[in-house]
C-alpha cells in the first residue's frame, strides 16, 4: 500500500493526463471499423463544408484559372458522341460526361452534381484508401490517427499560411484540393491514393492481381 502510494506520489503530470486519453483509444479501438468510418467521414464532409462556406465564390462555382471550363466542354461534346480536341485529355471529360448530359453546357448548372459525386462517391474512396495504407503500415489505432489528421488538416493549416497568401491559398487551392471544383486535381489525387494502396497490399501478400490493378 505504502509502495503503491509512493509511486503515485511520484508520478509524472502528463502521466496522469494520459489516462483519459488511453480509455477514450481503449474505446474507439472497441467500436466496430465501419462505426468510426462514419464519424471520420462526416468529419470530412464538415471539414468541406467549412472551406466551401469560408472560401470566395460564385454561387457553386469556385476558382479553377479556367481550366474547369474546358474538362466540362470536353465532357459535354464527349457526352454527345463527339470526340473534342485534345487539349486537356480525355480521362477526366469522360468521367464528367455523364454528368454533363444531364445538365447540360452550363458548368454552372453542373457543378453541384459534381459535388455531390464527388462527396458521395470519391471522399469515401480516399478516406478508405488513407485508412488502409496507414493500417497495412502500421496497425488499426495509427490508420484512426493517421486518417483523422487527413481529414482536419486542411482547416489546421491555414493559419500556418503567410498572411499575403492566406486568401490565394483558401480561395484558390483549398476548393481544387478538396472536390469543389470540376478539376482533375481531386479525382488524380482518388486514383493515386488508390494505386499507393494496391501497390501496399500487392507486396505484402504478394499478388499479381493487385499489381495489375495498381
Not at 26 to 53: C, D, S, T
Not at 175 to 187: E, H, I, K, S, Y
Amino acid at each position: 500500500m505504502l509502495a503503491r502510494a509512493g509511486a503515485a506520489a511520484l508520478e509524472l503530470p502528463w502521466s496522469r493526463l494520459w489516462a483519459p486519453v488511453a480509455r477514450v483509444s481503449a474505446w474507439v479501438m472497441a467500436r466496430p471499423v465501419w462505426n468510426v468510418f462514419v464519424v471520420l467521414l462526416l468529419v470530412q464532409w464538415a471539414v468541406v463544408g467549412v472551406v466551401a462556406a469560408i472560401a470566395q465564390h460564385n454561387g457553386p462555382y469556385y476558382y479553377t484559372g479556367g481550366d474547369a471550363t474546358w474538362y466540362w466542354t470536353s465532357a459535354w461534346v464527349l457526352a454527345h458522341g463527339h470526340i473534342p480536341q485534345a487539349v486537356i485529355g480525355y480521362g477526366y471529360p469522360m468521367l464528367l460526361a455523364p454528368i454533363a448530359f444531364f445538365a447540360g453546357p452550363s458548368i454552372v448548372a453542373g457543378m453541384p452534381y459534381v459535388m455531390a459525386f464527388n462527396a458521395i462517391v470519391l471522399w469515401p474512396v480516399a478516406l478508405s484508401c488513407v485508412y488502409a495504407i496507414a493500417k497495412i503500415l502500421a496497425g488499426r489505432g495509427f490508420a484512426y490517427c493517421a486518417t483523422l489528421l487527413w481529414t482536419v488538416f486542411p482547416l489546421v493549416s491555414i493559419p500556418y499560411f503567410y498572411e499575403r497568401y492566406h486568401t490565394r491559398f483558401v480561395s484558390q487551392n483549398l476548393p481544387g484540393m478538396l472536390g469543389l471544383t470540376a478539376m482533375g486535381d481531386f479525382p488524380s489525387l482518388v486514383g493515386l491514393l488508390l494505386a499507393a494502396y494496391l501497390v501496399l497490399r500487392a507486396l505484402l501478400f504478394r499478388t499479381t492481381n493487385g499489381a495489375v490493378l495498381a
